[in-house]
């Protein structure tokens, strides 16, 4: 067998088991998965609200949408390939330096997102040039998530790993009051009206632009913050040991690839509630009546999804709190029957001749609806990331974690907004939420296959025979 000598870094000579200071790692996992959570959101909102007229050419207002919804799940495409890159490097050479690269794919995409000339200036280089952002979007947000739940879990108090492993899920309701408050503030200063503007809008033309241009000014203080960064006690002990493999990605499917399509099939209720309450809602409430949709100006809409990601923001740290006192399993099972519970209701909450349409569209009614959707995301949301990285040993850990929550976009959130809108159009928004159920039914099969993981060692998950050791990569 032959061995790769891999350079130690300074941190590598310290003490495996000391633990960096609490704060700092609260505040690095937090912020990076917040800056990474509003790139995502600051374009999941103009796929509803700007890129339908300004990136597609269609005779109808709904290719046009269909259209821009495709390019939006180029992105969950992407997070697989994001995974598997960025996971190999977390798994061989740490987790610092590989956040740090993915922050920066992200980052720097959205920025040229802004910087993109339309359809009405080059034609269909236009959507080509936004779906090859759109990807590069993917590819940095696939190696985020597990690279900032393994720097909070693998660091976190014993008996309490899910609380200080949810600190990475808070940065998606922040990113998204981040991301849809800055479009608010816009609309509002800039008197924009969804239902009645042109393309010769202020905000169509530059203004929508500002939010993806912003992403610099918080990608350089994430990467800051991150620079700060120390390598986590399970990495640097795994590495002592002469554990880290030269290829994470065949050691992940030759000991662990059962706990890949356990935890992928956790998350797809989670992912398609979450795109049902952000993105394909806000088609629904905006789109015009004409098409038989609610005719809800964009800024009155938005106020009420602000105020519901509250409820998500809440909630995030309570579900990793009732995760360790209750386990992940009987949680997580519970809250996912209640999600399938809710799918049974979108014929209420949204029927038409109930809540009305346009200015005279009860606004307390959706608001309800979406505080009951916000609250379970949460609940289902926070735990996800102490339970996933829990199913796999150290040394492929994060491509292990990062590939079953990617591929587990694609089936959840992907194709979530592009359903849910062929469905609302086809047989009306009860349909919607029987997709929804039948998502949450097969994410609780998943869910009752798992094993119970809340008190597990994570340094002693994975434990291998003398004959059945990993292809290693020597230290030093």
Known sequence: MQYEPVTQDAGATASPTARPHKGRIIISSLVGTSIEFYDFYVYATAAISVFPFLFFH???????????????????????????????????????????????????????????????????????????????????????????????????????????????????PIGFLFANGFFYLLTQSMHYDSTTATHQHPFLIWGWRLPFLASLVIVVLGVYVRFKLDETPSFKKARAAGQVVKSPLRETFRTSWREVIRGTFVMPATYTLFYLMTTWILSYAIGKTSSGLLGISYSRFLVLQLISIIAFAIMTPISGWLGDRFGRKAFLGTVT????????????????????????????????????????????????????????????????????????????????????????ATFGPESVGLYLTSMAVLTLIAVLSVKETSRVDLDAIGGQAPDDEPEKVAVG
């Not at 993109?116 to 590069?136: D, E, K, V």
């Not at 609940?379 to 150290?394: D, K, R, V, Y």
Request: charged content about 10%; hydrophobic content about 55%; proline content about 4%.
């Open 337 to 424: 029957a209640a999600i399938a519970v809710f799918g049974l209701a979108f014929g209420l909450f949204l029927d038409r001749a109930r809540i009305g349409t346009g200015e005279n569209a009860d606004m307390g009614h959706l608001l309800a609806f979406l505080l009951v959707g916000m609250t379970l995301m949460g609940l289902t949301f926070g735990i996800q990331s102490a339970l996933l990285p829990e199913l796999f040993p150290t040394n492929v850990r994060y491509t292990g974690s990062a590939i079953a929550y990617n591929v587990a976009s694609i089936l959840g959130a992907a194709v979530a907004p592009f359903i849910a809108a062929w469905l609302a």
């Open 58 to 172: 269609s005779d109808s207002d709904t290719g046009a949408l269909l259209a821009s919804l495709a390019t939006f799940g180029v992105a969950f495409v992407a997070r697989p390939i994001g995974s598997v890159l960025f996971g190999h490097f977390g798994d061989r050479t740490g987790r610092k330096a590989t956040l740090l690269a993915s922050l920066l794919t992200m980052g720097i995409a959205t920025v040229l997102i802004g910087l993109l000339p339309t359809y009405y200036q080059i034609g269909l280089w236009a959507p080509t040039l936004l779906a090859i952002m759109r990807f590069c979007q993917g590819l940095g947000l696939g190696g985020e998530w597990s690279g900032a739940s393994l720097l909070a879990g693998e660091n976190s108090r014993p008996g309490h790993r899910g609380f200080d492993a949810m600190w990475p899920q808070l940065g998606a």
